[in-house]
Nanobody, 116 residues
Framework: QVQLVESGGGLVQPGGSLRLSCAAS????????MGWYRQAPGKQREFVAA????????TYYADSVKGRFTISDNARNTVYLQMNSLKPEDTAVYYC?????????WGQGTQVTVSS
């Protein structure tokens, strides 16, 4: 089992920046990919970004965040999401997930609010 804990959310003005962190524990050695999703009130959870360590490793982004958000990692046990040029529509609860073997594990989420 993999446990995930997100941190770094908060209130920021439009145009500002935040960095989210997701720390993995437990069977973190089995993780092959980690990602960020978000869910705004009244909307479905949507993909934001992901990083994979399969092969040479790759990163993936939703079109809505390309050029503004950057996903990075620290030796597969911590993943970061640097969010720049934030917009009000980025307001959501952000969830981290990790693929470990056949399982996908989720964190509890962290609130990001972009408002003036």
């Amino acid at each position: 089992q993999v446990q995930l804990v997100e941190s770094g959310g908060g209130l920021v003005q439009p145009g500002g920046s935040l960095r989210l962190s997701c720390a993995a524990s437990g069977s973190a050695f089995s993780i092959s990919a980690m990602g960020w999703y978000r869910q705004a009130p009244g909307k479905q959870r949507e993909f934001v970004a992901a990083i994979s360590w399969i092969g040479q490793g790759s990163t993936y982004y939703a079109d809505s965040v390309k050029g503004r958000f950057t996903i990075s990692d620290n030796a597969r046990n911590t993943v970061y999401l640097q969010m720049n040029s934030l917009k009000p529509e980025d307001t959501a609860v952000y969830y981290c997930n990790a693929a470990a073997g056949p399982n996908v594990n989720w964190g509890q989420g962290t609130q990001v609010t972009v408002s003036s």
